[in-house]
């Protein structure tokens, strides 16, 4: 048995030093990235943040609404081939740019994954998604999938820790999904015992992968725009969001009415109600089982994109950083008292 005494970090446990900047507002910066990936000759312009592949939140709908405003969705993979023609054959243009289809690892999985690809040539994501991205079965399949993708950028994880990126890449991906246990209906770390604080995981990992020239999404945790500009100063190239994309319109599930009060479902991909509607598709997806919780119903996702949007414009005015990509450069995290972001977030 060994223990790390060195002090691992939360997105509550800091908060960003304001320094000196010559930016007048806010709408002078930059939300925009170019990335170039480590395999393949795409490159791709857009805002990195994206909707996470669980089928609450990834769905085609969100896809249209966030691609408007050039944000990403990992559409999640319950969508049939049938549903992926029809909504391809009617959705806006250059959708292309802004979707991946995800896929676990077996082998009807995979048998999807290649009949979507064949029918919509023009797609160019893949987000290959599995509980421990520990295992050798794993970078197994993330090497078979460069071999059958061999022109598509991959996705992959989850995993929290730099070796692990870097073996992830090597296989194959372009980009690496950071996050166990953080997420708002995971119960992983309640379960197992096993995470890792998402701050950390996404200074290790951004740092590993950024030495071989690939990317690394910061994923789960985030429950405020102030999380995802400290998932962006942390080193994260593209931050997924579940919990804060859930409860709108454009998100899956009913509106429920309790106490004249509207709700939307939200739950884990591997939580009981998403392995009954599923029927067993799902049991591999994640570890540990995931929790279902009812979020106030908001309306439409545009308010809420704009409240992600403008905070994190907002960070980037604190720190002078007049675009994203310099605002990791332009971060000193102060630690603090968790008590004293308790009163800050709420
Ligand atoms: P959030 O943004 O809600 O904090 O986190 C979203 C992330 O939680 C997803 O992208 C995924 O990585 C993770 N997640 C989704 N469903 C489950 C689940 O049932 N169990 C676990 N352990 N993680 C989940």
């Known amino acids: 048995m060994r223990v790390e005494y060195d002090i691992k970090l939360g997105f509550k446990d800091v908060m960003f030093r304001p320094k000196r900047s010559t930016l007048k507002s806010r709408s002078q910066v930059n939300l925009q990235r170019t990335f170039k990936f480590m395999h393949t000759s795409i490159e791709w312009t857009g805002v990195p943040i994206m909707a996470a592949n669980m089928d609450t939140v990834g769905t085609f709908e969100m896809a249209v609404k966030l691609a408007e405003n050039e944000l990403f969705t990992a559409i999640h993979k319950h969508y049939t081939l049938e549903q992926w023609n029809q909504f391809l054959a009617d959705a806006p243009e250059g959708i292309e740019n802004y979707i991946a289809v995800s896929t676990g690892t077996g082998a009807n999985d995979l048998d999807k994954v290649v009949s979507?690809?064949?029918?919509?040539?023009?797609l160019k994501f893949i987000c290959i998604d599995v509980a421990n991205g520990y295992s050798e079965?794993?970078?197994?399949?993330?090497?078979?999938?460069?071999?059958?993708?061999?022109?598509?950028v991959i996705m992959a994880g989850n995993v929290v820790t730099g070796e692990m990126v870097e073996e992830l890449l090597l296989a194959g991906a372009d980009i690496i999904k950071v996050g166990i246990g953080p997420g708002s209906v995971c119960t992983t770390r309640?379960?197992?015992?096993v995470g890792y604080p998402q701050l950390s995981a996404i200074i290790e990992c951004a740092d590993a992968a950024h030495g071989l020239g690939g990317q690394i999404i910061s994923d789960g945790g985030c429950a405020v725009p102030g999380d995802v500009a400290k998932a962006f100063g942390a080193g994260a190239d593209f931050v997924m969001l579940g919990g804060m994309l859930a409860g709108h319109d454009e998100s899956g599930g009913q509106v429920i009415d309790i106490d004249g009060k509207k709700y939307k479902q939200f739950y884990g991909m591997s939580s009981a109600t998403a392995m009954d509607k599923h029927a067993g598709g799902v049991a591999e997806y994640r570890a540990s089982e995931g929790k279902t919780v009812e979020v106030e119903y908001r309306g439409p996702v545009e308010a809420t994109l704009q409240d992600?949007?403008?905070?994190?414009?907002?960070?980037?005015?604190?720190v002078g950083a007049s675009q994203l990509k310099e605002l990791t450069k332009r971060t000193t995290f102060i630690r603090v008292a968790e008590q004293e972001n308790r009163v800050y977030t709420k």
């Open 116 to 122: 979507i690809f064949k029918a919509n040539p023009k």
């Open 137 to 152: 079965h794993f970078v197994g399949f993330v090497k078979q999938a460069r071999a059958l993708f061999p022109d598509k």
């Open 190 to 193: 309640v379960k197992t015992g």
């Open 308 to 318: 992600i949007l403008g905070g994190v414009r907002s960070t980037c005015t604190y």
